[in-house]
């Protein structure tokens, strides 16, 4: 069956641009979390969605971040204007609902380069 | 608030010898305990989940963890390293709080499997 599928796998654009990641999470699993992997700083939880619903966006660096899920299989995570510090391991992951006893399914990630 | 401490970033073992990695937490709830497994150009993929019970829990790949309250550890072990083991492995925790599927994770420890 088809895992938590992200594109692009790698995106590389100038300081200034838009910049959208996209995720698809696995089918009937209802939480989606967005994740940034960087050497300084490890992985940090940007975002979790539960039933397309934003349920903690406190780990969401600042105003240039946003994050949707306009539907069940679908969501997107845009920073405008990006920035070189932005630059990172983008990582999407599902889960089948409430409850921290499901595993967090794990997409392969958007490594985005910022130049 | 919840956080795991993950002593020791790299790590390097023979093939076929003990492989230990080093995870303590700290939480002011039960916690659930996490480790999670990352290859290279990959997303993290769940290896054994601590929530309550028995205190060994053992995952895929040979690997097994003991939790130990009074140590506030989950040391991730497997007895007989094999070169496929090469990977970075993160510990993670929860609180054991209905509603929350934050985790939070440690920095990773990266293993080498010496021929």
């Known amino acids: 069956d088809a895992g938590v599928i992200q594109s692009p796998r790698h995106e590389v654009t100038e300081m200034g641009q838009e910049v959208t990641l996209r995720c698809k999470p696995i089918s009937g699993h209802n939480s989606l979390f967005w994740y940034r992997q960087t050497m300084m700083r490890g992985l940090e939880l940007l975002i979790y969605?539960?039933?397309?619903?934003?349920?903690?966006d406190s780990g969401m660096p600042e105003d240039r971040f946003s994050a949707k899920m306009p539907n069940a299989s679908f969501s997107t995570l845009k920073i405008q204007p990006s920035e070189p510090r932005d630059s990172a391991v983008y990582f999407c992951?599902?889960?089948?609902?409430?409850?921290?006893?499901?595993?967090?399914?794990f997409g392969d990630g958007t490594r985005l380069s910022i130049l | 608030a919840q956080s795991v401490t993950q002593l020791g970033s790299h790590v390097s073992v023979s093939e076929g010898a003990l492989v230990l990695l080093r995870c303590n937490y700290s939480s002011s709830v039960p916690p659930y305990l996490f480790w999670y497994v990352q290859y290279p150009n990959q997303g993290l993929q769940l290896l054994l989940k601590y929530t309550t019970g028995a205190t060994l829990v053992k995952g895929i790949n040979g690997f097994e963890a003991e939790f130990k309250k009074s140590e506030t550890s989950f040391h991730l072990t497997k007895p007989s390293a094999h070169m496929s083991d090469a990977a970075e492995y993160f510990c993670?925790?929860?609180?054991?709080?209905?509603?929350?599927?934050?985790?939070?994770f440690g920095t990773g420890t990266r293993l080498t499997i010496i021929p």
């Open positions: 993670a925790v929860s609180d054991n709080i209905i509603g929350n599927e934050k985790l939070t």
């Open positions: 969605f539960n039933n397309n619903v934003p349920i903690d």
């Open positions: 992951a599902s889960s089948l609902g409430r409850g921290v006893n499901q595993p967090q399914h």
